[in-house]
């Protein structure tokens, strides 16, 4: 895993990235999450890549929400397999 990708998800395991499923308009991707829990702008070409990425290697998943919301990438249990093993090294 090189250091974007891990910066990735790291951002998904504090909960501060969405994605929006390309309904009502807005094109399908990855947004910021603000403190209220609504997106707050795009996340940057990089890193939505990385986050593809992530979601190819099973690391980071997209829950299906209720309705439009945007719902939350979370982090699966092998992608948190991998952040111990960063904080332990």
Same mark, same amino acid.
């Given at each position: 895993?090189?250091?974007?990708?891990?910066?990735?998800?790291?951002?998904?395991?504090?909960?501060?990235?969405?994605?929006?499923?390309? %309904?009502?308009?807005?094109?399908?991707?990855? +947004?910021? $999450?603000?403190?209220? =829990?609504?997106?707050?702008?795009?996340? &940057?070409?990089?890193?939505?890549?990385? %986050?593809?990425?992530?979601?190819?290697?099973? +690391?980071? $998943?997209?829950?299906? =929400?209720?309705?439009?919301?945007?719902? &939350?990438?979370?982090?699966?249990?092998?992608?948190?397999?991998?952040?111990?093993?960063? +904080?332990? $090294?």
């Amino acid at each position: 895993m090189n250091d974007m990708e891990l910066q990735a998800l790291r951002h998904c395991a504090e909960g501060s990235v969405l994605f929006h499923n390309g %309904l009502w308009g807005a094109p399908m991707g990855y +947004l910021w $999450a603000g403190a209220d =829990g609504f997106a707050a702008g795009h996340v &940057p070409q990089w890193e939505s890549e990385a %986050l593809a990425m992530l979601e190819r290697r099973g +690391l980071v $998943a997209v829950r299906p =929400g209720p309705g439009t919301r945007d719902t &939350p990438v979370v982090v699966t249990d092998s992608g948190i397999r991998w952040l111990d093993r960063t +904080l332990a $090294a």
